[in-house]
């Protein structure tokens, strides 16, 4: 069977030669290969250099098709889209005729004309892949148009969640980030933990204001003297256009903020193995972010807002701790309980820490797309 993927995933070129890309959609690839007799990835080409978060194509049967760099909300870049919808169709087109069965991933600025051309004008098996809050109230125009195609759809969409007025056709669909070997490792770990003296915090993710790194500053800075003594480091991983602003924050204070940009997967777990707990106190439109998986995995407790289908594997005080109202005042309630815990209290929280991880590993997503998807 041959798959195509078609998505608005990063990729760059190297200075080899090689072609790379956003390392979360790439390790999920890669894990697929084997059980297709090819994968073709259509996406967009960046002409800029490779962040360390980028992987490559370990399996020979994957190809890449480029695509132009389309997306983004200034009326420049809608514009460049529209231009660019004959192209992205008769590219689609062209790679759609060799093949067995297709995969959209979804909510993208092409999604917008993708959706309905699929829908009319392709007769090949293939479903949907919907990665944002499907329960979002006010999404922007593109999101709330790509939604509603979703919902009339006739072929399988797989969305963030579980709620109460799903279509049928829309199946619950957690995205994988861990191997096996990672479960055994973070059991491992969990089972050594303890509640040290000193706690070390972190976040991954865009250093935005939406996604809350700005209330994890503030709330650090308004914490007493006292509490203050019984933080470790606070390590923040990820880039954006604010993460100066937030530099220069983070050194009116005197906590000790770590910024590492962009990081490859295995030194991110190395983040969550040191860290007690994991912070986002996000308020931006969320699926469900797989980060806060990969840091249960490792007893790394996630401190997150309620957001899309954050909470209904996120369960306060029993496996993480829910920030409630979604502000620095919010996120510091959670810190002052955290420096009341007992060992037992945190012994309790760990021995939960991993009850859903499982649903996040590749071989348990590549098994349900099989046999529930592709059968």
């Not at 490559?56 to 190809?63: G, M």
């Not at 193995?273 to 986002?280: E, P, Q, V």
Request: aromatic share 12%.
């Amino acid at each position: 069977m041959k798959l195509v993927i078609i998505s608005h995933t990063e990729h760059y070129k190297t200075t080899a030669g090689k072609i790379v890309g956003w390392g979360p959609t790439i390790n999920e690839i890669n894990h697929l290969a084997s059980h297709f007799e090819s994968i073709t990835h259509i996406a967009m080409l960046h002409d800029s250099e490779a962040p360390p978060s980028a992987a490559e194509y370990t399996e020979d049967n994957i190809h890449f098709v480029a695509l132009p760099v389309l997306g983004g909300t200034s009326i420049s870049s809608k514009l460049k889209t529209i231009i660019n919808i004959p192209k992205v169709i008769s590219v689609v087109n062209r790679t759609l005729r060799n093949a067995d069965v297709f995969q959209l991933r979804t909510p993208t600025g092409i999604g917008v004309f993708l959706i309905p051309y699929l829908t009319l004008f392709s007769k090949k098996k293939g479903w949907y892949k919907y990665a944002g809050n499907w329960n979002q109230e006010h999404p922007s125009f593109g999101y709330r148009i790509q939604r509603y195609f979703l919902k009339k759809q006739s072929r399988i969409v797989t969305i963030n969640g579980q709620w109460p007025t799903q279509p049928k056709q829309c199946l619950t669909f957690e995205n994988p980030c861990l191997i096996d070997e990672d479960l055994l490792s973070g059991k491992d770990l969990v089972s050594s933990r303890q509640l040290d003296e000193k706690l070390n915090f972190c976040y991954v993710g865009r250093l935005e204001t939406p996604k809350g790194v700005g209330r994890i500053i503030e709330a650090f800075g308004n914490l007493s003297k006292k509490e203050k003594r019984r933080v470790g480091q606070v390590h923040l991983i990820g880039d954006g256009n604010e993460k100066t602003h937030f530099e220069e924050l983070a050194q009116q204070s005197d906590i000790d903020f770590r910024f590492y940009g962009y990081l490859g997967r295995n030194e991110v777990f190395d983040v969550y193995k040191k860290s007690h707990f994991f912070l986002m106190p996000t308020s931006a439109s969320e699926g469900f972010p797989k980060v806060i998986a990969e840091a249960s995995n490792f007893g790394c407790l996630p401190v997150v807002s309620s957001v899309s289908a954050i909470a209904q594997y996120v369960k306060h005080q029993e496996n993480g701790f829910i920030v409630s109202p979604i502000s620095a005042e919010g996120l510091k309630l959670q810190l002052d309980t955290i420096f009341n815990l007992d060992n037992s209290e945190y012994q309790d929280l760990l021995k939960h820490s991993q009850d859903f991880v499982k649903r996040f590993t590749f071989n348990y997503y590549t098994s349900r797309i099989l046999t529930e998807i592709l059968s």
